[in-house]
């Protein structure tokens, strides 16, 4: 018989806290110049409340389906709800936690990875060095998240102030410059309505969604919230919105200091505004936070992934070892420590530019669509009693998320499109061969 997790003991404060620090991360600060790069115009902070509108509209379908079934996991059990529990659930759950093994690394990677990055700054390091950085932070995180959940959720919350105070200062920075609203007054400078806009468009929200990724996190944490039917959807939407209006701020404020045709070529975008501000002890400091910030990230998100393994194998979908629970801390050891060593690995080998698209182009199928899609099956299926949150305008939220990540999924390159397949491809044949061998569906018709 499985292990169980421990009673639910995070708070909407928490919660919500464990979003907002996993959303941050070092996204935005590595992002934003090459958000203003790829639009190559004032018009740049439309990118980023495109974004903001895809995670509102997706969050409606996470909502519904995490509230309804608040356990840890978040997807995989979303899935195998939705497709049937013993036919395509079995499938599509698995591919889920066969594409999460995979990508979660690579999501805690690019944040280690992003900490380097950044910290050169302060200190140059050799090619070397950085790798040495990057999987030195990786393996810190594990060794902090080594505890039981309720320690967590304290220190989850010091981190957050962190990120609110680093994002309050660069906005208050630019603000205090005086020329806060100029870049509103020129957004549309340039700005033609067409297809070559719309394409643009799409390519620069690989990288602002990238930015916004996170918001659901709190799904895979499900067994732990408290009251989790109404603290899991506000969780959620107070995250989207509240990021989203700082990460306007934070744009704004740094190109009413710096012009958006340098910013677009910084590679310390944050720094170099900082510095121009209040000199270059005032850039150290906002950098050292920044790296706060990035340190934050990789904890939530590497504490929400290593539930989904877990999740998988308690239920009986995975290997055996990932549903043990540490003997005294009562959390699932097995599955924090595999997903951090790969983390590691990969921290030591992939360029942060080469992990921010295939993160995305990894996740669309299996998670994003396939749950949408999902979500439509089981509302067909259920009673509305079933789903303690309700979307305004159903279906209409779960049909323009299909289509927006359909956008986004093309927008990441033929390249990645195709790995994405071939990583599914390769996933389903592992669960063919692991069915036929346990005499489970599609081989054995099970009631």
């Known amino acids: 018989m499985a292990e169980t997790l421990p009673e639910r003991r995070l708070g909407l404060l928490q919660a919500t806290s464990i979003n907002m620090t996993d959303m941050v991360g070092i996204g935005p600060f590595i992002t934003l110049p090459m958000v203003i790069g790829i639009m190559n115009g004032p018009y740049f902070l439309y990118a980023w ?20 079934f608040p356990m840890a996991g978040g997807s995989y059990n979303f899935l195998k709800v939705t497709y049937g529990e013993n036919k395509w659930g079995k499938l599509t759950s698995f591919l889920f936690v066969w594409q999460t093994m995979i990508q979660a690394p690579l999501v805690i990677a690019s944040a280690a990875i992003g900490f380097s990055y950044y910290f050169s700054y302060l200190v140059p390091l050799t090619g070397l060095e950085s790798k040495l950085m990057s999987g030195g932070v990786v393996i810190t ?70 930015s ?157 669509i396939a749950q949408a899609i999902g979500l439509l099956l089981l509302r067909k299926a259920r009673a509305k009693v079933d789903f303690p949150y309700k979307m305004p305008f159903f279906p209409w939220p779960v049909y323009i998320a299909i289509v927006l990540w359909g956008c986004i999924l093309v927008a990441t390159g033929l390249t990645l499109f195709l790995g994405a397949l071939i990583a599914i491809s390769t996933g389903g044949i592992v669960y063919l061969v692991k069915a036929k061998v346990k005499q489970e569906w599609p081989f054995f018709a099970e009631g």
């Open 212 to 368: 916004y990724l996170g918001y659901y996190n709190v799904c895979h944490l499900g067994g732990d919230i408290v009251n989790s039917s109404k603290n899991i959807p506000r969780s959620m939407f107070m995250s989207i919105i509240g990021i989203a209006v700082l990460y306007l701020c934070m744009n704004v404020s740094v190109v009413s200091v710096i012009p958006w045709q340098q910013a677009k070529e910084s590679k310390f975008v944050i720094s170099l505004f900082m510095q121009q501000l209040a000199g270059p002890v005032a850039a150290k400091i906002v950098t050292g936070l920044i790296l706060v910030v990035a340190f934050a990230s990789v904890f939530s998100a590497t504490l929400g992934y290593s539930r989904v393994p877990y999740a998988a194998a308690a239920d009986g979908a995975f290997f055996k070892i990932f549903a043990r629970l540490h003997p005294k801390g009562n959390f699932p050891y097995v599955s924090l420590l595999f997903l951090g060593g790969i983390a590691f690995v990969f921290s030591l080998l992939f360029k942060l530019s080469e992990v921010i698209s295939a993160i995305l182009a990894m996740r669309i199928l299996v998670q994003f």
């Open 141 to 210: 995180i594990i060794a902090l998240l080594y505890r039981k959940i309720e320690a967590i959720g304290k220190i989850s919350v010091v981190l957050w102030v962190a990120v609110l105070f680093t994002l309050f200062w660069i906005i208050g920075g630019g603000i205090a410059h005086g020329n806060f609203l100029q870049p509103l007054q020129h957004i549309n400078d340039g700005l033609t309505l067409n297809y070559a806009f719309v394409s643009v468009l799409g390519f620069s929200c690989v990288k602002s969604v990238y």
């Open 49 to 68: 409340l495109a974004g903001g509108v895809l995670s509102l509209v997706d969050a409606m379908v996470w909502s519904e389906l995490g509230a309804a």
